[in-house]
């Protein structure tokens, strides 16, 4: 769905969103993220008026009733004025639920060009940029990173700068210090205090908190920081050196934390990698001092439900093997990517049950250019359908594609363009015809509506400079030019589920007279999605447009031939002849898809998800064993004979609980372990698989050395006189019942 499509969650409640009264954080689900659009360069943000064409960021603060966005490292024209940052305003208090994004005025000299932040002596050159911005009182105070050093990939100062209201061209240094710890930094003001989150080593860091006296921002040495505890239990002491993490990872480089008041939480957003999985990542808490929740990923420019790369980022012209129309001229093979999240308080809205909407800036490397996304969040609890749009309309086509009937259905202006015919039989435009031949000028054009079944238009093109256009609204979304050659063609693909139920424009234009200035396209066709077979009557038996939405590929046989199956918007069906068509989705799908689908060890679905008696989780069956999910333990498998025992236990009513891992290699002997919430089990070929509740019997055999000295577990926990005793290969443990000790022999 695109930004204009005015649909909303239908959430199916009417409860607004409450905190759990125990105190403990609220166990939110990603319910659906959804690019609103792009902000920079575009019809309504001509940034290239004010001297840009591309720029990344967008960190904002409030400012006398204006938001402000501050950007890094502007592209330019010539690369006149290359890496320079700016500032720019808006007015708007909502982002619309159709139509144009905020309109962004910045800040300008007379000649209309964008004033950029200056420091004496200090480089905020490439890679040195603005992270933050804290009005306080007239002033406003900006953080900048500096030192970049791209051999260590290093940033070595932390600067910080003020101005009077938005005057950039009287910013001054307040000071620059060295840092390894607040290089980055996210500031949250809680009455004259200022709490400052800060990451170090660029994209290595944790998070770390400081805080200090508003009036004494800009001195350094007054900031006191965060040693350990949450809550009313932090606490904080002089000296960055003696900073420990608030949040523990390694993948931190920019980041955001914003407040909330009105649901009572914290928000923490950054992107991220290894250790933890891809991503804009998000955290919160109920504290400014945490405990802060475990991450979730809310954007993953991989994963179709989250429509990132082919849909507004571009995916390498070598690996997909054809245009995406995405990219900027010279850069197809170099990857689009996510980084930078800024979350947009003033943007935030809590919809109808329940449902939390989190507006926040978002940069791609390719296009360069800032983004304006939406990720609604909901407990588990709280049913939902994402929007889906272009149900019940006609299938989308061209009328006369390949032109044999001359330019019948199409727009016209300027010169006639030339019509011929393809090695493939199908007709082709071409820019280029004689007398005139590069100096050719004009435009031809077809709107077409995309219905819910349509992925993509396909075509080819060759030629030179000229293009071809997609328009939405009078906003380009989607451009390709020629090669400069006209053999081979080169294969477009433009993916356009993200635009299902809205009219979109089809261009082909040339305004260029010079050598190369002509373009040839042609073969036009939509391609989408048919559902058939046992996977349809499985998908009309589910209501499939409501609980998995639109097709997004059509049906495909699995790479070992065996099955076959189609992928939707929320989930996908999964079909073979000895196990019939199963659904699968959300997290249980992600956790197969991370296993390797049905060529994992779990093979294919042999039931549909469905929610566990307790109510608590939901599960899918396989050929080999089975994925279960509950919002605290995440989803994990089950697989094998380990599978067997905790089903012969009872399964997660029994003393077992949920699955807490996936099944794992034993690091003492050869044999496997799966956690869960109530112990272990241990399989080897020599034992087979037996359980170990938690308790003194299982902290011991956890203890070091001991199950290397041991074995395996040749039985269970059984009675014996005083207390319970395990045996195991090569000895055996017995706990005390009065006592709670555990005695090795």
Same mark, same amino acid.
């Given at each position: ?15 607004s ?39 990344d ?35 708007a ?49 900006? @953080? #900048?990173?500096?030192?970049?050093? &791209? ?15 938005? *005057?950039?061209?009287g910013m ?5 210090v ?29 998070v ?139 943007? #935030? ?46 299938r ?8 044999t ?88 693909t ?31 066709? @939509? ?33 070992d ?12 069906i ?10 699968v ?27 566990? &008696? ?12 089975s ?5 605290e ?51 080897s ?7 170990l ?33 395990v ?8 706990? *005390? ?9």
């Amino acid at each position: 769905m695109g930004a204009g499509t005015a649909e909303r969650v239908d959430s199916g409640l009417d409860a607004s969103f409450s905190l759990p009264a125990d105190g403990s954080l609220p166990a939110l689900r990603k319910l659906y993220t959804q690019h609103l659009g792009q902000l920079t360069d575009t019809k309504v943000n001509p940034s290239l008026n004010v001297g840009i064409t591309g720029t990344d960021l967008g960190v904002t603060f409030e400012r006398d009733g204006k938001l402000v966005f501050i950007f890094g490292d502007s592209w330019t024209p010539g690369g006149a004025r290359q890496d320079q940052d700016s500032i720019a305003w808006t007015t708007a208090t909502s982002v619309p639920p159709a139509g144009p994004l905020p309109k962004l005025t910045w800040v300008t000299d007379a000649n209309g060009q964008f004033v950029a932040p200056r420091l004496s002596g200090i480089n905020l050159q490439g890679m040195n940029v603005p992270m933050e911005g804290v009005p306080v009182g007239s002033k406003t105070y900006v @953080f #900048f990173t500096t030192g970049w050093d &791209p051999s260590t990939q290093k940033y070595s100062h932390s600067v910080l700068a003020e101005m009077d209201g938005l *005057n950039v061209a009287g910013m001054r240094t307040t000071h620059i210090v060295p840092s390894s710890k607040f290089i980055n930094v996210s500031v949250v003001v809680e009455g004259t205090t200022a709490f400052i989150y800060g990451s170090g080593d660029y994209r290595k860091s944790p998070v770390y908190l400081a805080k200090v006296e508003l009036a004494r921002m800009g001195d350094r040495s007054a900031w006191m920081y965060y040693r350990g505890g949450s809550g009313t239990t932090a606490t904080f002491g002089p000296g960055e050196s003696s900073a420990v993490p608030i949040v523990q990872t390694s993948c931190v480089g920019e980041l955001s934390v914003r407040k909330w008041s009105k649901v009572g939480l914290y928000f923490m957003a950054y992107n991220c990698g290894a250790p933890e999985p891809r991503g804009i990542t998000l955290r919160w808490a109920r504290s400014v001092n945490g405990p802060w929740s475990a991450p979730l990923v809310i954007f993953d420019p991989g994963k179709d439900q989250d429509r990132g790369y082919e849909h507004f980022i571009h995916a390498r012209q070598s690996v997909v093997t054809y245009d995406d129309g995405l990219s900027e001229p010279g850069r197809e093979e170099e990857w689009g990517g996510e980084y930078g999240p800024y979350l947009i308080p003033r943007y #935030f809205e809590e919809e109808p049950g329940g449902v939390l909407s989190l507006v926040y800036t978002m940069s791609s490397w390719n296009p360069y250019q800032v983004h304006l996304m939406r990720t609604r969040l909901g407990l588990p609890e709280t049913p939902y359908t994402p929007p889906s749009g272009g149900v019940g309309l006609p299938r989308t086509a061209l009328t006369n594609p390949d032109f044999t009937q001359g330019f019948t259905g199409w727009g016209r202006s300027g010169d006639a363009f030339g019509i011929f015919t393809g090695g493939d039989g199908r007709g082709r435009v071409t820019t280029f015809l004689q007398p005139k031949g590069d100096g050719l000028t004009g435009a031809i054009w077809q709107d077409f509506t995309v219905d819910a079944a349509t992925r993509e238009l396909g075509f080819f093109v060759h030629g030179g400079d000229a293009q071809v256009r997609l328009l939405r609204g009078g906003e380009v979304i989607r451009t390709t030019r020629g090669r400069r050659t006209n053999s081979p063609e080169l294969p477009v693909t433009w993916t356009l589920s993200s635009y299902r139920g809205e009219t979109l424009r089809l261009l082909v234009e040339d305004t260029l007279t010079g050598p190369w200035g002509f373009v040839g396209a042609g073969a036009f066709g @939509f391609r989408g999605c048919e559902v058939k077979g046992d996977i349809k009557a499985k998908y009309d038996a589910v209501n499939g447009p409501v609980l998995l939405g639109t097709c997004l590929e059509g049906e495909i046989a699995t790479p070992d031939g065996v099955g076959r199956f189609n992928h939707f918007q929320r989930g996908s069906i999964y079909w073979t002849p000895a196990t019939g068509a199963h659904v699968v989705m959300g997290s249980i799908r992600e956790k197969w898809k991370e296993l390797g689908w049905e060529v994992s060890v779990l093979g294919y679905p042999t039931t549909d998800e469905f929610t566990t &008696p307790d109510g608590r989780g939901r599960y899918n069956h396989f050929q080999q064993g089975s994925i279960y999910w509950t919002p605290e333990t995440g989803a994990h498998s089950v697989q094998g004979l380990i599978h067997g025992r905790w089903a012969a236990l009872g399964w997660e009513t029994g003393f077992l609980g949920y699955p807490v891992s996936d099944e794992e290699n034993t690091s003492f002997a050869p044999g496997k372990v799966s956690r869960f919430q109530g112990g272990h089990v241990y399989f080897s070929p020599a034992t087979g698989a037996k359980a170990l509740q938690a308790g003194p019997l299982l902290t011991r055999y956890l203890q070091a050395g001991v199950a290397q000295t041991l074995g395996f577990p040749r039985t269970e926990a059984y009675a014996v006189t005083g207390g319970r005793r395990v045996d195991f290969e090569r000895g055996s443990l017995v706990e *005390n019942s009065s006592t709670g000790t555990v005695s090795q022999y």
